[in-house]
């Protein structure tokens, strides 16, 4: 099974700052990594598929980038509605796999 | 609106058995790849298990194959999983969620339905 690695797993942030998760794949997955975000006690949102492209409806101080093994999300400027827990996932081969989640909240 | 509703889940002894149901309206059902995902309480999603949209492909995690079985009924536009010999691991909210193809994503979700396996 392919394990994928987030980090980190924790971190605190300002409304305003620009923040940066990473995914680690243990094997190639190409571009097949997607993102989705989880409030507290609620439903996981897809915010990136493939790598980068941005889901509909999704604001776009959201962003992905990354192929083979290595990916990132990136939030250009924190909203107070963006404090989540933010998870990876990978759709190459099956068992489709996630990340361990990273969990944003306010410094 | 796309709207998922999961029902099915219950409180039920180990080795027991559920049948969860995902009732989808707002999309074309029968073109979609479907997928279960679950989420144990505190802990992150794993994927479970995925149906091609015939239904003629059907996926598993090693943890519950041969004890789940996923299917869907096009004409009632309702996915399915079937639960057998239920452990405490298996312990969690169900999720029914559309896509999960090959390459594809988990585009829109259900609210859950939980399953709690517990004497």
């Known amino acids: 099974d392919i394990q994928m690695t987030q980090s980190p797993s924790s971190l605190s942030a300002s409304v305003g700052d620009r923040v940066t998760i990473t995914c680690r794949a243990s094997q190639s997955i190409s571009k097949y990594l997607n993102w989705y975000q989880q409030k507290l006690g609620k439903v996981p949102k897809l915010l990136i598929y493939?790598?980068?492209t941005l889901q509909s409806g999704v604001p776009s101080r959201f962003s992905g980038s990354g192929s083979g093994t290595d990916f990132t999300l990136t939030i250009s400027s924190l909203q107070p509605e963006d404090f989540a827990t933010y998870y990876c996932?990978?759709?190459?081969?099956?068992?489709?796999?996630f990340g361990q989640g990273t969990k944003l909240d306010i410094k | 609106e796309v709207r998922l509703v999961e029902s099915g889940g219950d409180l039920v002894q180990p080795g027991g058995s559920l049948r969860l149901s995902c009732a989808v309206s707002?999309?074309?059902?029968?073109?979609?790849?479907m997928s279960w995902v679950r989420q144990a309480p505190g802990k992150g999603l794993e994927w479970v298990a995925n149906?091609?949209?015939?239904?003629?492909?059907?996926y598993y995690v090693d943890s519950v194959k041969g004890r789940f079985t996923v299917s869907r009924d096009n004409a009632k536009n309702s996915l399915y999983l079937q639960m057998n010999s239920l452990r405490a691991e298996d312990t969690a909210l169900y999720y029914c969620?559309?896509?999960?193809?090959?390459?594809?994503?988990?585009?829109?979700w259900g609210q859950g339905t939980l399953v709690t396996v517990s004497s």
């Open positions: 969620a559309t896509g999960g193809g090959i390459g594809g994503h988990f585009t829109h």
């Open positions: 493939e790598a980068s």
């Open positions: 707002g999309f074309t059902f029968s073109s979609y790849w």
């Open positions: 996932q990978q759709s190459y081969i099956i068992p489709y796999t």
């Open positions: 149906i091609k949209q015939d239904g003629s492909e059907k």
